[in-house]
Every structure is written in C-alpha cells, then in structure tokens.
C-alpha cells in the first residue's frame, strides 16, 4: 500500500495522508487497527461449496433492501376498498387496502413490480441456499465440535425463514395466500383444548377477521427479521471465530488454515459474489413472474382456485396435511382432529431431527476433540446415509404437496399419488438409507484401490508372451495423502461386563443403546479399512502387479 | 454426556493415538502429507501482456455495468409503465420491468464479475497458512474466571442470603405474567361463535353470482349453484368473516339416486344444500363431477359423496360436511329451514 512508503518517507513534521488521520480517529474511539490485525488478511479457504452460506447471507441483504422499498408503499390494512387502478380485468372490485397497495406497487409505481420480484424470488433462494447449505454442512461433518452451536443458529435461520416467507406472501392477501393462511387456522384450530383460543386471538375473532394483515405485518417486517439479523451476525461472528474449515489435502492439517487472505482476494471475490448474486435475481425477476397477485384476485373465503400451492419451502407441511387420513376421535362432547394435528405435530419434528443431529453424534462416538478438516461424505457412510435419508423423506413430503399437479402433469391418478405417499413415507427413507450406505462404501473400496494399485490410465499393454494388461498409474504423493486422510473410529465397545474378580459390572440401558449406534456408525460393515502403509509397501515393491 | 460404562480407551478421543495412521511426515510412512505443493505462476503473472489483457476485461465489464446504469435511468423514464413486449422465448413482459430487471440485473453482474476477474487473474493466487488458536481459554484463565466468579458471587452474598436470593427469583418469575396478561385482548373468546352462522328459518337462499333468490326451476340437475344468505352484501363489514362460514352449495339430484335418508328428508324435489366449506382445513370446496355427485376440495382433494350425505370417500377431510335443510316459501322461493345442525369448516376440540 502506498501509505506505508509515504510514511517511511515523509519527515515526522508532514502530516499524515488523510486516509490515515481517519484511520488513526477511528482507531482512538473504536479500535479498528486491533480488529483489522486480526482479521484483514486472515486466510479464507477456496471450495465452491463454501459459497452457499454466502448465497443465503446475499439473498438475505437483498430481501432487507427491496423490503424496505416495499414497505414505503405496502399499506398493511384489511379495509376494504374498491380497485381503481391501472389494471383494467379488476376494475370496481372489492379487495383489501393491502391488496389493492401491492396491485399499485406492481401496476402504478415504476419499477415497484421489479422490486417486489427481486424480494419474492431473493426469499425463494435464501431458503433454497439455506437449505443447500445446511446440507453442505452435514454430509462434511463440518457441524462437529467446535460449531454445534453454529449449526443451530443456522437451523434456526432456516426455521425463522419458513416462517418469515410464510407471513411475507400472506400479506397481499391474494387468492392463493389466503387459502394459505385458511389453511393456517385450521391447523391451529385442531390443536387439543386451546386450538380455538388460539385461532381467535390469532385472528382477532374469527377467521379472517380484520387483523391479520397487520398482525403479520409487524411479525414480517419487524419481528422476524430482527431476530435473524442478530442470529446471521452471532452466525458470522462465530465462523470468523472459529475460522473455516477445509478438506484434506497436502498441508492441510486440523491446525491450520490454508487458502487466501480476505484482503484483497476474498475481499473482491466475496464482494464481487454478492454484486453476482443479486444480478442474477434481477434477472430472474426481469424475465420470470413470480406471485402474479393481480391473475389470482383478492382473497374472498368462499373462493379457491385449483393447483395452490404453497412457496417450495413450506411444500413438505403441505405433503404432511395432504396424505395424512382423516382421522377424528369424538369422546365425551370433545373432538380429538387427528387428521390435521398429527401432521402439525410431525411438522416441528421433522425439522428438530436435523437440528439435534450434531449432539446425537457426537454422543455416539464420545469424540470430544476439535474438527476443522471436513469429512467427505463417503467416508462416514451412516451419517450420509441418515442425511439422504432425511432428504428423501423431505422430498416424499414434497411430492405428497404437490400430488394434484403430479396427477395432471404425468396423468397419475391422485390416489394412487397419495397412496403412494403414504407408503413411502415410512418405507423410502430406510431403502435410501441403506442404497446410500452401499454407494458410500463401494466408493471406499474404489479409493483404497486407487491408493494401492494407482490410477486405471486405460492404456492397455500386450506382453510379449501375448498377455495384456492394464497400465495402473501411480498416484501423486498428494493425491495418496489426501485419499488416506480421514480418520476411522472403531466402535465404542462395552468391554467385559464382568471384572477379574468376577464382580459384574452394571450397564445402563442407554449406553447399551450408544454401543450398538456406535457398531452401526464404525462397525465392519460400516466402513472399509484404509490402505496400511504395509499393505501399500507389499504391492507397490514389485509383484503387486496384478 | 457420562461415558462411564464404556471405557475411555474405546471412545475415538483415546483410539487417536493407537489407530490414527495419518498425519505424521515421516519417511517410513507411504501415505505422510507431503506439505503444500508449490505456488505455480499463472500466464498473468509471468506475462505482462496477457495481465495488461485482463486489466481491459476487467475494465471492460466495469464500464458496461455504468453504461447498463444509464440504460436503467433511461428506461425508467422513457418506457410507459403499461406497455407490453414479446420476449422469445419467454413470451409477452411488462416492457418496463423487463428493461430496469435486465439492466439493473447486468449493473450488478458486470460489478461482480469484474471483481472476481480481477481477484482470480491479478491478484495474487500464492496461497498463505493461518495457524488455528484453541477455540477454548487456556486452563489459567479458566481458573482465573471461576475464581473471579466465586469471589463476585460471595460479595453479593446470593449464596448466604437466601431470603433476597428467593424472593428476587420469585419477581422475576412472576413479572411475566404481566406480559402475558396484555394478550388477553389480542381476540374475543371463541364462545359459540364457531357453532352459528347467518342462516336461520325463512332466510332465502341467494345465488352468489346474480345476487337474486334462488327458485327450485333455477337449480337443474348437474348444475352446481354457490349461495349466500339472503341480507348478506359484498359491501357488509362483516362480510368476509360471514360468507366464510355461510357459503353454501347446493346440486339438484334424482331424489331416487339419493342414499342418505336424513339428507332426503332435508332436501326439496332433490335439491340439497350443503356447506361449501371443506371440513379439513376450511377451503371452499369448487370441483363437482355432475355424473358421481362427488365434490372435491382443491387444496387437499378430500372427495364428498354429495348422494350419500355428503361422507368423506377419499382424502384427509375427517367427516362429512354439513347439510342446511331447505324448503320453499310461499313465494316459491328457497330458504332454510334454520341454521346447520352442526359447526361448518375444520373440526375443533370443543366440536363433539
């Protein structure tokens, strides 16, 4: 930087460049060099996967921005106004004041349309990027000590941005997220002994009432998103912390962090990537309509129309309510609603299952040590299987969501779809469960392969007695280190339940249990032995040929 | 969590050190970290010439992204808010938000891809080693805390004096409660409220879309009419929170070809009435199959069998939607022969 050499340079009586003297004031009120030592040129590693946190963080910058644009014009009121605006088909037609203020954002406010899609479609993607990115963070382990805590305010960011997506597209009070929010009470109305309380002070009164606009509202631009603002920043804060991880490779250690410094590399390329991501919505929102409210009309509750749906990421609550049978216990003048408060139930839990995974694990192998080297999923062949199995049970949910537009798109009977879904949900997480472990494994053995016997070159090579071979190219000194890298736990065993005085040892019920957890995770059909340094040295000395 | 059934030396922290084959650099082992390979040159920094060309790209893309800013300005003024285009192959878009989307979206891309050019071509690629610190305090700061804690919790004596430590608890768990309280009036208790609509004996049935009462000649077979009570406009206050429970549909089928004998006996010449709102989770029900009488709810297609006492025959509705009984006043009119016997819409727990 020039300032330095000027200021070797420059007699003591100058005066500093101005730069600096703005530097030097901040510094004496908030100490920014001590904060820039630490951090202006700590090291960031490259991978493309660790891109998708920063997707989410982008997306989410940009739903604050067009957010706040939008509420200059969003009037979050339930009166009930005639439309007499530009767009000729809903001429004269009752709707609310917040319907009617998103048809003048997107029909009389220059660019207000564009806004509006840049929030709807920046939203899509936060969750789809979240989701991506929590799953980036499973399958490589990178959950472990010390970031369990990281990985649930990530959840919670996730969770929290269900909810705020949800109240955000019930505000236009449109058609379709009416019918959502329809939907919404009468889930809450199945809730045992206090459902009703709760509808009516949801709704202030019965459903739809004059309130919830405003009362989503408030929770949609305020409440919500404060918590997530704290939640991203404790989030950043502790990945600057606890600095990020890395894959194996060749001087890459659990001690160390390789890979290039935030000023200027990271700097440029992650600045550069928030400039990318949100060109590439802008696009999306300049070619691609999302949410066209003024096709749907305004929410009336005694109207519907076919093929609604709710946005993607709130798809597998739909699946839930949709396959679920409609069961209904009455006893003694109550009514127990089965049907809806079962999936509402299974809702919180398929979530919390991959919240609390972490602890789970780390409970099973005892590992009390710090990870900073990501595994890669084929070497922890139980944890991607749960992973994919979680995912397909996921997307099960999802095709049970959307299973009218799967009937009419592939011509399905909607039946069978549901049946189907009904089935699968208990079925196709185990079948994926164990597919993914065999995968995971047979990618194991191809490894240890390629480490003993070296690389299939697909140069075959006739022998002068006729015979042909296959050319197996060694591999590289670091292409063998970072394939025999990962660690291997052995099962944590019991031990004998009897001293050598022959004392019995009692054994709890749950380490029992964390035993038998422990077989499944590291147990010999759970992995495949790395490569020894002897069994290399054997096959490599010279009749390892094969 | 305990470990204490299972020895320590069988947990992965103790197996590092027995098992663990990796890591160590020594020359015995085939498989030891051979230490970061060295930086390789890109052409940009060896040749000047070939930097000099990625300057331009990179100030190239710079300058688009302003002349794509100006194409913003331009189009917010010059295009009409309402003029529509045809776009191959997406089809007809709102002009103006097609050309501020394109060219606020290259604005922005141009800025991006310029900056990561330049990171990726002239910055320096020479990758650099950060040593990690240990995420927990050493052991003498962590006794240097507990003993501070100690000392502070013993001058405020929260240990001795139980009585302030107690009560002090106590107001803070209470205090709460006052929060809670000021949700009272977030809504009115559910009472009856969910048991009653707007129909009661006499009341006329409306048709929704001609806003005139209906007459049994009106309601032919296979057709599906939607009503409202006769008083309740558009233009009401309430009028949404009514029609959510009011609404109503009514089909005309062959008395003959109606199962239920309730749903016969509350019908007229085969006129049945029944609530439009689906008992799952409260959509308007829309979709009837004139040749089966089954009506399929949308959103979560339960399917009703509107000649068998409308009972659920598929989908995750948990009973069967309610009938009005109709008749015909002296006019010749439809009405209701007084309120659904039942609550309409999503089951609740005071239901029965």
């Known amino acids: ?546 | 969590m305990s470990s204490q059934d299972i020895p320590e030396k069988n947990l992965p922290a103790a197996q590092e050190t027995e098992h663990g084959a990796v890591g160590v650099a020594d020359e015995q082992n085939p498989f030891a970290d051979p230490g970061l390979p060295p930086h390789e040159h890109r052409v940009q920094d060896i040749d000047e010439q070939a930097a000099k060309r990625s300057e331009r790209a990179v100030a190239l893309m710079f300058t688009l992204s302003m002349v794509a800013t100006v194409a913003f300005i331009v189009s917010y003024v010059a295009i009409p808010h309402d003029k529509a285009i045809y776009v191959f192959p997406i089809g007809h878009l709102n002009a103006l938000n097609f050309a501020l989307g394109l060219s606020l979206g290259l604005a922005l891309f141009l800025i991006g891809a310029g900056a990561v050019h330049w990171a990726r071509t002239l910055m320096s690629d020479e990758e650099l080693v950060d040593e990690r610190h240990a995420i927990s305090a050493p052991p003498e700061v962590k006794a240097k805390v507990l003993a501070d804690f100690r000392q502070g919790a013993k001058e405020s004596a929260i240990g001795r004096r139980k009585l302030v430590r107690n009560t002090m608890f106590g107001a803070l768990a209470l205090f709460p409660l006052s929060g809670v309280m000021l949700l009272r009036d977030l809504g009115p208790l559910p009472g009856t409220k969910l048991r009653h609509t707007l129909w009661s004996k006499g009341k006329l049935l409306v048709n929704m879309n001609t806003n005139e009462p209906l007459r049994p000649s009106d309601v032919v077979v296979g057709s599906l009419t939607f009503a409202k009570p006769e008083g309740l406009e558009e233009h009401d206050h309430e009028f949404q929170t009514e029609i959510a429970k009011a609404a109503l549909m009514i089909v005309r089928i062959q008395p003959d070809d109606i199962k239920d004998k309730r749903e016969l006996e509350w019908s007229h010449e085969g006129i049945v009435a029944y609530s439009k709102i689906c008992t799952h989770v409260g959509c308007p029900i829309s979709l009837y199959e004139q040749q089966t009488h089954h009506v399929l709810c949308p959103c979560h297609q339960s399917t009703f069998d509107l000649s068998d006492g409308a009972r659920v025959i598929f989908g995750p509705a948990g009973h069967a939607l309610p009938q009005l009984r109709i008749g015909v006043n002296d006019e010749g009119y439809l009405e209701a022969l007084g309120d659904f016997s039942e609550p309409v819409g999503p089951s609740f727990w005071e239901r029965g």
């Open chain 1, 1 to 546: 930087m020039s300032t330095t050499k000027n200021s070797d340079a420059r007699s003591s009586r100058e005066k500093a460049p101005a730069g600096e003297r703005v530097a030097d004031w901040a510094d004496g009120r908030l100490g920014i060099y001590s904060l820039a030592k630490a951090n202006m040129r700590k090291i960031f590693p490259d991978h493309w996967s660790f891109m998708l946190g920063e997707v989410c963080m982008y997306s989410f910058i940009i739903i604050i921005l067009t957010g706040v644009y939008l509420t200059l014009f969003f009037h979050p009121s339930m009166n009930e106004v005639e439309y007499h605006g530009s767009y000729i088909p809903l001429q004269g037609q009752l709707m609310s004041e917040a319907f009617n203020s998103t048809m003048h954002i997107s029909f009389d406010v220059r660019g207000g349309l564009l806004i509006r899609q840049i929030h709807h479609w920046a939203a899509l993607i936060f969750l789809a990027g979240m989701f991506v990115h929590m799953m980036r963070v499973f399958f490589t382990g990178a959950f472990r000590k010390p970031r369990e805590v990281n990985w649930l305010f990530g959840f919670l960011l996730f969770v929290l941005g269900m909810f705020t997506g949800f109240t955000g597209y019930s505000l236009p009070d449109d058609l379709l997220s009416g019918t959502g929010v329809r939907f919404m009470e009468g889930a809450v109305l199945s809730v045992p002994v206090v459902g009703t309380y709760l509808s009516f002070f949801l709704f202030g009164g019965e459903f739809p009432g004059g309130d919830f606009v405003a009362r989503f509202y408030s929770v949609h631009v305020l409440l919500l998103p404060g918590i997530m603002l704290g939640l991203m920043v404790a989030h950043l804060i502790l990945v600057f912390y606890h600095k990020h991880t890395q894959f194996a490779g060749p001087g890459k250690t659990n001690n160390n962090v390789v890979g290039m410094p935030l000023l200027p590399v990271y700097m440029a390329k992650a600045g550069g990537f928030f400039f990318l991501v949100f060109g590439v919505i802008a696009v999306i929102s300049a070619i691609a309509t999302i949410n066209p409210i003024w096709s749907m009309g305004p929410y009336r509750p005694d109207q519907v129309s076919t093929g609604a749906q709710p946005d993607w990421y709130m798809g597998f609550s739909e699946g839930l309510i949709r396959v679920m049978p409609g069961w209904e216990i009455n006893f003694w003048g109550h009514t127990l609603v089965l049907g809806v408060f079962i999936p509402l139930m299974i809702f919180p839990l398929v979530l919390v299952a991959i919240a609390v995974y972490p602890f789970i694990e780390s409970w099973v192998t005892g590992d009390k040590r710090e990870h900073h080297i990501l595994d890669r999923p084929r070497n922890v062949p139980t944890r991607t299987a749960f992973g994919v199995a979680w995912i397909t049970w996921y997307m099960v949910l999802l095709i049970g969501g959307g299973n009218d537009l799967w009937a009419t798109h592939f011509h399905l009977s909607i039946n069978a779809i549901t049946w189907f879904v009904r089935i699968a949900f208990f079925v196709a997480p185990v079948l994926a469960f164990i597919v993914t472990k065999r995968i995971c494994l047979g990618l194991q053995r191809r490894d240890k392969d390629k480490v003993l016997h070296g690389r299939e070159s697909g140069i075959i090579k006739r022998l002068p007695h006729g015979e042909f071979i296959e050319v197996h190219e060694p591999l590289s000194q670091e292409a063998l280190h970072t394939l025999t890298a990962h660690e291997q736990y052995e099962p944590a065993m019991i031990g004998a339940t009897v001293d050598e005085n022959g004392v019995e040892r009692k054994v709890k019920g749950t380490e029992k249990l964390r035993a038998k957890l422990s077989k499944s995770y590291y147990g010999e059909d759970s992995q495949i032995p790395k490569p020894t340094a002897e069994e290399y040295k054997e096959i490599t000395s010279g009749h390892g040929h094969h």
